[in-house]
């Protein structure tokens, strides 16, 4: 794991207000108010996670995720470029601070791919989010179909990403090494779950309950990274003008 902190491109980025979905955060239990983070994903399954990921950690902060509306193109060539293009994006739309992460599976015979491309990668960009999965995973599955069992390792990468108003940003990095099972196994995660049996376990991240992932995963891994920093530069406030 490591944490970088990246400069602020082009100065402190311009906001708009916009209603955010979630609504109003709501008073934390001691009586002070929860500060709302936006997460720049429209994924429920993702929201759900690091909601699990930043409750753990203890921070009075309510996450919340972005309002409806286009899409925002990711061109960056690494995860980190573009966790944070989607952050900076979110920051923009809704005036909040944000985060992001860009994640994906980078399959050692494939020499590093799907990478960037893993939500993408068997072209299918209608249906459900369990169909798009299910032909990621076939497609990928018939790539790998004649590669023996010692070549078959793989990493679950992850990019977290942290915008402020301020111009603040910071990357936090995850990673989650294993091997490619020959078929999907297990009815939880999302993604490449079924299909990845991490180092050290007997169970693929599909068979795991959402605990035993989040403690080992490659977002679980950056998001905690990420709340340290999230913790600290909320504590700072803005910077020096």
């Avoid at 996450?63 to 060539?77: D, K, R, S, Y």
């Avoid at 990095?173 to 376990?201: I, K, S």
């Avoid at 169970?203 to 959402?210: D, G, H, K, Y």
Wanted: hydrophobic fraction near 45%; charged fraction near 20%.
């Amino acid at each position: 794991m490591t944490i970088d902190s990246t400069p602020p491109a082009g100065g402190t980025p311009t906001t708009a207000a916009a209603t955010v979905a979630g609504g109003a955060a709501p008073a934390a239990s001691d009586g002070a108010a929860l500060t709302t983070v936006v997460l720049a994903s429209r994924n429920e399954a993702k929201l759900v996670e690091l909601r699990r990921i930043l409750a753990a950690s203890g921070l009075a902060i309510e996450l919340v995720g972005l309002p409806e509306g286009e899409e925002v193109a990711e061109t960056g060539t690494t995860f980190a470029e573009n966790a944070l293009i989607k952050a900076r994006a979110a920051v923009e739309l809704t005036g909040l601070p944000a985060v992001a992460d860009d994640s994906g599976l980078a399959v050692d015979e494939l020499s590093g791919m799907p990478g960037v491309r893993s939500a993408r990668w068997s072209g299918r960009l209608d249906g459900t989010r369990i169909e798009r999965d299910e032909a990621n995973n076939a497609l990928l599955l018939a790539q790998l179909d004649d590669v023996p069992p010692a070549r078959r390792g793989a990493a679950f990468v992850c990019a977290a990403a942290l915008v402020t108003p301020d111009g603040v940003e910071r990357v936090a990095h995850g990673e989650l090494r294993g091997v490619l099972l020959t078929e999907p196994r297990g009815d939880h995660g999302f993604g490449y779950d079924p299909l990845f049996l991490a180092d050290g376990q007997t169970r693929t991240n599909a068979e795991l309950s959402a605990a035993e992932k989040d403690a080992i995963s490659h977002r679980g891994l950056a998001f905690r990274d990420l709340t340290t920093i999230l913790a600290q530069v909320l504590a700072s406030g803005p910077p020096a003008s």
